[in-house]
C-alpha cells in the first residue's frame, strides 16, 4: 500500500445523525453495530443510520467515555461522573439501568471497560481500577489496590487496561504502566527518567504477541518477559528507558515517522497492520516501520481517540471532530497534488514497456512512477485543441506517440522519459497535404499489423498502412454510409480474435472491415443505437460496446456472419445508461465508466458492484478506463485519476454471507410497541384494533459495504402475494387494513442479488369493527329471529282470535239469530193458520193474511241467507272442499228437480287446499247467483259446472244451453253488477258470454291465497 | 181427507212453549197429519210416548236436560 494517495475516506458527524462530533470511544459489538461514545450521548450506527441515545432514554451523563459488550451480550456504558450503566434494549422508555462504581465523584468517571478471560468487568475510573463481582440480577463494584507510581492527587486515573495470552492484566494511567500478574502480584513499569507525561493513552497487543504502549511522549513496542523471570517478590519494578528500549523493545517518536509523539489510540488490523493515532493524526506500522498518513490522504492531523475496523473491513477513525471512515480496498484517487497538470482526465494509456501515462487538460502526458505523477506538455502549438471525447495522445506498440490535434496529426517517437516531450519535438505533422481528408483529427488506433486507423472530426476514417506512406481515405464505395457524418466521429476500435477491427462512431454507428469492405450493422439487426463511446475485446474473445444512451451491448462471437446483440441496460442494474468507458480486470469482470461512477459486471455470475464517489472514486464522470501491467484499473474523471487495486480472486470477505434483517420499530398510531432497540428478527405478534392506524415498520440489515446499500424487499402475507420491488426506504407505512391476520415478511437484498436467508416477520391480527365480529352477528341473528318469532307468534294469536270471533258470531247467529227467524217464520205460519182456520167457511180472507204470509216468507229466506252468512264466517270450513261441497249440494237442491241435465265438475285434491273466507263466499255467491239465473230465467236443459284448481289459480266455469241474455242490456235482475264488483274485489277476472238464444257462458278466473 | 189411511202421527218435542204449540196448530193445520204429543223436554216424552209409538218426532235439539240427540 502506498499512502501518497488520496483514500478512499469519507467522513460522519453530527450532520449524518452522531450524537455528537466529539467522539470518545468507538466499539464494534457482536451483531455488527458500531458504537460511539460522545460527549453528546451514545450512537449506534447500522452503516446507514445512526441512533442517539442520551438523557431521555436513561443516560444518566452526557459524557459516555466507553461502551463495553461482554462475551454474553450484555452492553455496559461507562460515563463520565455516573458510573456505569446497564443497557437494556427491550426497556421501552428506560433502556439504561445506572450502576455506581464508587461513592465519589471521581470514581464514578469512568474512563475505560474492560472484561477479562474470567468474565470480570473492570472499571478504570479517575480514582482507581475497580473490579465487577456478579450479586445474583445485579453488579456491584469494589476498588481494586495497586501499588501505584505516584500517591499524589488526581494520579491515579486509569485509562487503558488490556489481557495477553497469559493471563496478565496490564492497566494504564496517568502515572504509568502496571502488569497484574495472574497470581495478583504487580509489575510497575516506570519511564526513566521520569517525567509528568508518562501517562499511558493506549494498549495493544500484536500477532506476535508484543504489547505496544501508547505514552504521552511516544510510542513502547513491549517484549513482555514470561512470568518466570520475575522473583516472588510481592513489589516489582522496571524501569523503560525513555530514549532506548530494553532488550529487543523500541521507542518510537516522530523521529521514526509518528505523526505525534502524543499516542491516544492503538488498533491491530486484520493483517498484521498496527495503526497508531495520535493527537495529531494516524499512523501505520507495517513491519515495525511508520508511515503518517497526511491530511491530504483524507485523515485530518488532529486529535485521533479510537480506531476500529467494521463488519466490512472499512478502517474508522474517531477524533474530536467526527468520524473518517477509510474504506478497504477502495479507490485511492489521484489529482494536482500528486503531479498532475489538470484534475480533467482525457485518456489513460499503457505503452509496451508497461508505464503508465494519463493525458489531462491540454496536452499534458503524465507519466506514473509508483507513488506520483511527472507531467510534461507535448510540445504541439497552442492553437491545437484537445476536443472533448477526443484521444489527445496514445501509444502505439512501437512507442510511437500519435497526437491527433485540430491542426493536423502529430507523431512523436518512442520517448525515454515523459519529460521528453517537453524538449522533443515532434517527429512528423500529418495534415491533407499528406492526404488527409482534414487536418482536424479526432482519433488514432494501431492495429496488431501496424496500420494507423485515423478518425477525423467530420467523421471521415482514414488508413495508413504499416511502414506504408500513403493515407488512404475510405468512401461509400468501401461500404461506409453516405453521409459519414450521421455516424459521427471515430471513438472507439477493437480488433475481434480474427483480426477484424470493429468500429464504434460517437453519434451512432457501429461497422467492422471485412475483406477490404465496411459492414454497417443497422438497428434492424440489433447494433446499439445512440452515441457509442468504447469498444472492448475481453479475454474471451467477446466483444462489450459501450453507448452513451442505452448501456452496454454484448456480442458473443463477434466473427459471425450476423453477430448477435444482447443489452445490458439500467434495467439490468445499471447504474447509467449513459457509459463512456469499458475495461476488464484479469478476473475477467468488465468496468463500465458511466456518468453515475463505475459498474463492475461479473459475467460468469452475472453479478454488479458499483462503485461511486463513496468508494473514494474521484468523480462520479468516468471518462477513461485503463488496466496497467499489474492489473490494477484506472479510471479517468472530470475530476482526478482513481486506481482501484484487484486482489486476485479474493472478493471482500464479508460479501460471501447473506444479509440479515431485523425489524427495530413497530409504530401503531404514532405508538411505539415492545420491540428490541437492536431489531429483532421475530416481533411479538401484534393486534390491531379496527380502525386503528397506521401501522408503520421499520427494519434494516448492516450495510457497510460501501458503495452497495442494501436494499430491502417486503411482503404482507394475507394481502400480498409477491415481493415489493428492492428500495433503500428502511420502513413501510400501512394506513388502514382490512380485518384479518397478516404476516409482514422483510428481507435484505445486497446489490449482488443475494438475498437475506430468512426473512424478519412480524404477525398481526386487525380485528373485524365489532360490527363485523363474530359475536355482534350471532346477536344480531338471534335479534332478527327473536323479532320475526314474535311476529309470528301474534299473528297467529291475532288468526287465532279472528277465528275466535269468527266461530263466536257464526254460532250466535247461527243459534240464536237463526232460530229466532225460524220462530219468526213458524209463528207467523202459525197465525195464519188459526185465522184461516178461525174465520167462517165462506169469510173472505182476513186482511192480516197476507202480511203475515209475507213475514212467514222473509223469515225463511233470511234463515236461508242467513245460512250462507254463518258458512261464510264458519272458520271451521275454510277449505276448498268445503267450497266444493257446498256448490254442489247448492246447485243440486237448486236445479236437481227440474229436467235439467247437470254435470258439476270438481277438483279432486288429496290435500285439503285452505281457503280464505273471503274468496270462499265471493265464489260461492258467483255460483249461487248463476245457477239462480239459469234456475228463474234461462230455461236450459244442460248446465254444465267446471271448477278447476290449477296452481294458484282457480279457475270456475258455468255453461248453459238456455235462452241467454245479452249481457250490455242485462238488468241488475243477473246480479251481473254485483257479480262483477265481487270479482273485482277479488282481483280476478270475470268474462260473460251470452246472447240470445245462444246460452250462456260465465267464467271466473282468480288467484287462490293461501291465506 | 179420507177415513181409509190412517193419519201419519207426530209428536213435538220442544222446550218453548209458543213453538210447541205453534208447531202442533200447524201440524194440525196439515192434511195426513195428526199430532199426538206435546212434550216440554226429552225426559217428559220418553215416559209420556209410552203406548202412542208416533210415525214422527219432531225433536228440538237444543233442549234442557237430556238433548235432542241423547234422546233419539
Known amino acids: 500500500m502506498a499512502y501518497a494517495e488520496r483514500l478512499a475516506a469519507r467522513r460522519y458527524t453530527t450532520a449524518d445523525g452522531l450524537s455528537g462530533d466529539y467522539i470518545l470511544r ?29 438523557a431521555a432514554h436513561g443516560l444518566p451523563a452526557n459524557t459516555i467515555n466507553d461502551v463495553l459488550e461482554t462475551r454474553n451480550g450484555t452492553m455496559w456504558i461507562a460515563t463520565n461522573g455516573a458510573g456505569v450503566c446497564l443497557f437494556d434494549p427491550r426497556g421501552g422508555k428506560k433502556l439504561f439501568i445506572t450502576v455506581p462504581v464508587g461513592k465519589d465523584l471521581a470514581s464514578n468517571r469512568v474512563n ?139 521507542w518510537f517518536t516522530t523521529a521514526n515517522g509518528l505523526p505525534d509523539n502524543t499516542v491516544t489510540a492503538l488498533h491491530l488490523r486484520r493483517g498484521g497492520e498496527v495503526w497508531v493515532g495520535t493527537q495529531h493524526g494516524v499512523g501505520v506500522i507495517e513491519r515495525d516501520v511508520i508511515r503518517a498518513i497526511t491530511p491530504r490522504q483524507g485523515v485530518p492531523d488532529i486529535y485521533i481517540t479510537d480506531l476500529l475496523e467494521d463488519a466490512a473491513g472499512s478502517l474508522w477513525i474517531t477524533t474530536f471532530n467526527g468520524a473518517i471512515r477509510l474504506i478497504r480496498d477502495g479507490l485511492v484517487s489521484f ?92 517527429a512528423d505533422l500529418f495534415d491533407v497535404r499528406h492526404g488527409l481528408p482534414e487536418n482536424a483529427v479526432f482519433s488514432t488506433f494501431e492495429d496488431r499489423l501496424g496500420d494507423v486507423w485515423v478518425g477525423t472530426t467530420a467523421g471521415g476514417v482514414v488508413r495508413r498502412k504499416r511502414g506504408g506512406a500513403e493515407w488512404h481515405v475510405y468512401t461509400e464505395a468501401d461500404g ?25 462512431f460517437d453519434t451512432g454507428g457501429l461497422a467492422r472491415f471485412r475483406d477490404g469492405r465496411f459492414e454497417v450493422f443497422s438497428q434492424e439487426q440489433g447494433a446499439p443505437i445512440g452515441g457509442l463511446s468504447s469498444l472492448l475485446i475481453d479475454r474471451d474473445g467477446r466483444l462489450w460496446i459501450g453507448s452513451t444512451q442505452t448501456g452496454i451491448m454484448r456480442v458473443d462471437d463477434p466473427t459471425a456472419a450476423a453477430p448477435v446483440f444482447r443489452a445490458f441496460t439500467t434495467s439490468d442494474g445499471l447504474a447509467s445508461n449513459n457509459v463512456r468507458c469499458l475495461a476488464h480486470d484479469d478476473l475477467g469482470r468488465l468496468y463500465a ?141 400501512y394506513a388502514s387494513l382490512a380485518s384479518g391476520s397478516y404476516r409482514f415478511l422483510v428481507r435484505a437484498v445486497r446489490s449482488d442479488g443475494v438475498v437475506s436467508q430468512a426473512a424478519a416477520v412480524l404477525a398481526f391480527n386487525v380485528l373485524p369493527p365489532f360490527y363485523a365480529r363474530w359475536w355482534f352477528i350471532v346477536m344480531i341473528a338471534a335479534a332478527l329471529g327473536g323479532m320475526a318469532f314474535v311476529l309470528y307468534r301474534m299473528r297467529v294469536a291475532q288468526l287465532l282470535r279472528v277465528e275466535r270471533v269468527r266461530a263466536r258470531i257464526s254460532t250466535d247467529l247461527h243459534d240464536d239469530i237463526g232460530a229466532s227467524l225460524s220462530q219468526i217464520a213458524i209463528l207467523a205460519e202459525v197465525a195464519r193458520q188459526r185465522m184461516r182456520h178461525d174465520r167462517p167457511a165462506n169469510a173472505p180472507e182476513p186482511a192480516a193474511a197476507e202480511p203475515l204470509e209475507r213475514i212467514a216468507e222473509t223469515s225463511r229466506g233470511l234463515v236461508d241467507s242467513m245460512s250462507d252468512i254463518v258458512w261464510a264466517i264458519n272458520p271451521e270450513v275454510d277449505s276448498l272442499a268445503d267450497l266444493v261441497h257446498r256448490m254442489r249440494r247448492f246447485v243440486e237442491d237448486t236445479l236437481g228437480a227440474g229436467d235439467i241435465d247437470v254435470t258439476f265438475r270438481a277438483p279432486e285434491s288429496k290435500v285439503d287446499l285452505k281457503l280464505g273466507a273471503d274468496l270462499r263466499r265471493e265464489i260461492f255467491l258467483i255460483l249461487k247467483e248463476s245457477v239462480t239465473n239459469i234456475a228463474k230465467h234461462a230455461r236450459a236443459t244442460r248446465v254444465a259446472i267446471d271448477f278447476e284448481n290449477s296452481g294458484r289459480r282457480l279457475w270456475l266455469r258455468i255453461s248453459d244451453n238456455g235462452q241467454g241474455f245479452d249481457p250490455a242490456e242485462a238488468t241488475d235482475g243477473h246480479g251481473v253488477a254485483s257479480m262483477r264488483r265481487r270479482v273485482a274485489a277479488l282481483g280476478g277476472r270475470l268474462t260473460i258470454d251470452s246472447a240470445q238464444g245462444r246460452g250462456t257462458t260465465i267464467t271466473l278466473d282468480v288467484e287462490r291465497w293461501n291465506q | 181427507m179420507t177415513g181409509t189411511e190412517r193419519d201419519i202421527t207426530v209428536i213435538n218435542i220442544e222446550d218453548q212453549r209458543e213453538i210447541r204449540e205453534g208447531l202442533a196448530v200447524l201440524i194440525e193445520a196439515t192434511p195426513g197429519y195428526k199430532c199426538v204429543g206435546r212434550y216440554r223436554s226429552m225426559e217428559e216424552a220418553l215416559a209420556g210416548i209410552g203406548p202412542t209409538s208416533p210415525d214422527v218426532a219432531l225433536v228440538d235439539l237444543g233442549l234442557p236436560g237430556m238433548s235432542g240427540i241423547d234422546g233419539i
Open chain 1, 335 to 426: 489529482d494536482e497534488h500528486d503531479g498532475l497538470a489538470s484534475s480533467r482526465i482525457h485518456s489513460s494509456a499503457v505503452d509496451a514497456a508497461g508505464r503508465f501515462f494519463v493525458v489531462t487538460g491540454e496536452y499534458e502526458i503524465s507519466q506514473f512512477d509508483g507513488t506520483r505523477f511527472r507531467t510534461a506538455r507535448a510540445q504541439v502549438p497552442k492553437e491545437a485543441l484537445c476536443s472533448w471525447m477526443s484521444l489527445c495522445a496514445s501509444v502505439a506498440r512501437s512507442g510511437d506517440w500519435w497526437v491527433p490535434t485540430t491542426l493536423g496529426l502529430y507523431r512523436w517517437p518512442a520517448i525515454e522519459r515523459v519529460e521528453d516531450f517537453a524538449k522533443v519535438p515532434p
Open chain 1, 112 to 250: 475505560r471497560l474492560f472484561e477479562d478471560r474470567h468474565g470480570t468487568i473492570w472499571a478504570g475510573t479517575d480514582d482507581g481500577l475497580f473490579s465487577g463481582t456478579d450479586e445474583g440480577d445485579r453488579t456491584s463494584f469494589r476498588k481494586v489496590t495497586m501499588p501505584l507510581i505516584s500517591d499524589a492527587p488526581g494520579f491515579n486515573s486509569v485509562g487503558a487496561m488490556t489481557e495477553d495470552r497469559h493471563g496478565n492484566l496490564w492497566v494504564g494511567g496517568n502515572w504509568g504502566l502496571v502488569r497484574r500478574l495472574p497470581d495478583g502480584r504487580s509489575v510497575v513499569y516506570r519511564l526513566e527518567p521520569s517525567s509528568s507525561r508518562d501517562s499511558v493513552g493506549a494498549l495493544q497487543f500484536d500477532d506476535a504477541g508484543r504489547l505496544w504502549v501508547g505514552f504521552r511522549s511516544g510510542l513502547y513496542l513491549h517484549h513482555p518477559p514470561p512470568i518466570e523471570s520475575f522473583p516472588a517478590d510481592p513489589a516489582i519494578a522496571r524501569g523503560i528507558s525513555r530514549t532506548q528500549g530494553a532488550g529487543d523493545d523500541r
Open chain 1, 593 to 733: 465508466g458511466t456518468s453515475r461512477g463505475i459498474d463492475r459486471i461479473d459475467p460468469v455470475t452475472g453479478t454488479l458492484r458499483h462503485f461511486s464517489l463513496a468508494d473514494g472514486l474521484a468523480s462520479d464522470f468516468v471518462t477513461s478506463a485503463t488496466r496497467d501491467r499489474s492489473g490494477a484499473l484506472w479510471f479517468g474523471t472530470i475530476n482526478g485519476l482513481s486506481r482501484l487495486t484487484v486482489e486476485p480472486g479474493t472478493p471482500a470477505a464479508p460479501s460471501t454471507t447473506p444479509p440479515t434483517i431485523f425489524i427495530d420499530a413497530v409504530r401503531l398510531a404514532g405508538r411505539d410497541q415492545p420491540v428490541s432497540e437492536l431489531g429483532e428478527v421475530g416481533p411479538a405478534a401484534l393486534t390491531v384494533p379496527p380502525g386503528r392506524g397506521p401501522l408503520q415498520i421499520e427494519y434494516f440489515g448492516f450495510s457497510f459495504e460501501p458503495g452497495s446499500p442494501l436494499r430491502y424487499q417486503y411482503r404482507l402475507e394475507g394481502a400480498e402475494a409477491e415481493w415489493s420491488a428492492p428500495s433503500e426506504q428502511r420502513g413501510v407505512t
Open chain 1, 480 to 504: 461506409l454510409p453516405p453521409l459519414k457524418r450521421t455516424y459521427g466521429r471515430l471513438a472507439s476500435f477493437a480488433e475481434d480474435r480474427s483480426g477484424v477491427p470493429w468500429f464504434a
Open chain 1, 26 to 54: 468507538a466499539m464494534r459489538d457482536s451483531r455488527g453495530f458500531l458504537w460511539f461514545a460522545t460527549r453528546d450521548g451514545l450512537s449506534r450506527f447500522d452503516g446507514v443510520r445512526f441512533v442517539v441515545y442520551g
